[in-house]
């Protein structure tokens, strides 16, 4: 299948080697072109823009930073080329905006799906992402075929509802990315600081329900304070819990105690951790 990727940022661009490898043309436009690199020494072709990059593909992968950054380069950079397109937004953004960037392809004549990830780079280059999909029956039922094909990323892509229903669920899972990151950063800080065995409570931790295996994960990076080399930065999880937040407070939930994680995660960009590994959020619970 031809398809075009625009955004080849950490995600991106696993996503787009794990589809070259699986046979697919790949063009690919990303607004600093150095960060095409890797994928056009695999085989992928470069385009000079989105309008370039979306000429002649099947289905057009967008996986940009945000959704102000996903209409600008969809709707104005992308113009004209938008007409008859499949879009496959992938990025998290707001439920909100999801919707209203489908109407503004809709009055071009485009359709989106939105198809949010659970899982990073690692599980992208494995084909074991989790794919949530969300759209009008219309755009599902033409990009069955796609869909088929996008399967080389996770499986089969699970259908949540209308455009909004897959980005919620997604916002509802990157909450708990960030509450659990949060809450055992506290609890290992406790123990550490009043001398108690790591290991003694990681023991006890791993033999009980309260263990989640993301603690684990991170536990080596917050022991080494080292979070070089991230697959999904600091500032995205802030972004993530940003627009939980937001979409919570619109469906009438009451936030008050995440607000004080939100508050937190603001500290980043003065402490220098928002190109840094998300488990970087230890170096803020630590206090003084
Ligand atoms: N990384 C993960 O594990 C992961 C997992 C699930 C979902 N996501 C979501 O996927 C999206 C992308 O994540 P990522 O980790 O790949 O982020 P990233 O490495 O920061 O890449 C962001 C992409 O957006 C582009 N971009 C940013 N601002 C732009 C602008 N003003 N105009 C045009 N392009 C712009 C970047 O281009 P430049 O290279 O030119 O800056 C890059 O292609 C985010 O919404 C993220 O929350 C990420």
Redesign the pocket.
């Known amino acids: 299948m031809e398809i075009s990727l625009l955004?080849?940022?950490?995600?991106?661009a696993a996503i787009g080697e794990r589809l070259l490898g699986s046979g697919h043309q790949l063009t690919v436009w990303?607004?600093?072109r150095g960060?095409c690199a890797p994928l056009q020494a695999l085989g992928a072709t470069v385009a000079a823009s989105p309008a370039e990059a979306m000429a002649g593909a099947e289905v057009v992968i967008t996986?940009?930073?945000?959704g102000p950054?996903t209409g600008?380069?969809l709707l104005e950079q992308a113009g004209a080329a938008l007409s008859g397109r499949l879009v496959l937004q992938?990025?998290?953004?707001a439920p909100e905006e999801s919707r209203e960037l489908a109407a503004a392809l809709a009055d071009r004549g485009a359709e989106l799906l939105e198809v949010?990830?659970l899982g990073?780079?690692p599980e992208a280059l494995a084909g074991t992402l989790q794919l949530m999909v969300g759209g009008e029956a219309a755009a599902l039922e033409r990009a069955r075929p796609v869909l088929a094909v996008l399967a080389v990323l996770g499986g089969e892509p699970r259908l949540l509802g209308p455009v909004g229903a897959a980005l919620t669920t997604k916002l509802a899972l990157n909450q708990l990315i960030a509450s659990l990151t949060h809450s055992f950063s506290l609890s290992l800080h406790l123990v550490q600081r009043a001398g108690v065995d790591v290991e003694a409570f990681m023991a006890i931790l791993r033999a009980s329900a309260l263990y989640a295996p993301t603690f684990d994960k991170k536990l080596a990076k917050e022991l080494a304070d080292d979070y070089a080399n991230p697959?999904?930065p600091t500032a995205?999880l802030r972004?993530?819990l940003l627009l939980f937040l937001q979409t919570a407070r619109g469906l009438g939930l009451e936030t008050e105690g995440l607000d004080g994680l939100a508050a937190l995660l603001d500290q980043a960009t003065d402490a220098g951790l928002d190109e840094l590994d998300y488990s970087a959020l230890h170096r803020l619970t630590a206090g003084a």
Do not use: C, E, W
């Open positions: 955004g080849t940022g950490l995600l991106g990303n607004r600093h960060r996986v940009l930073s945000d950054t600008a380069v992938v990025a998290t953004i949010p990830v990073s780079r697959n999904f995205h972004k993530d």
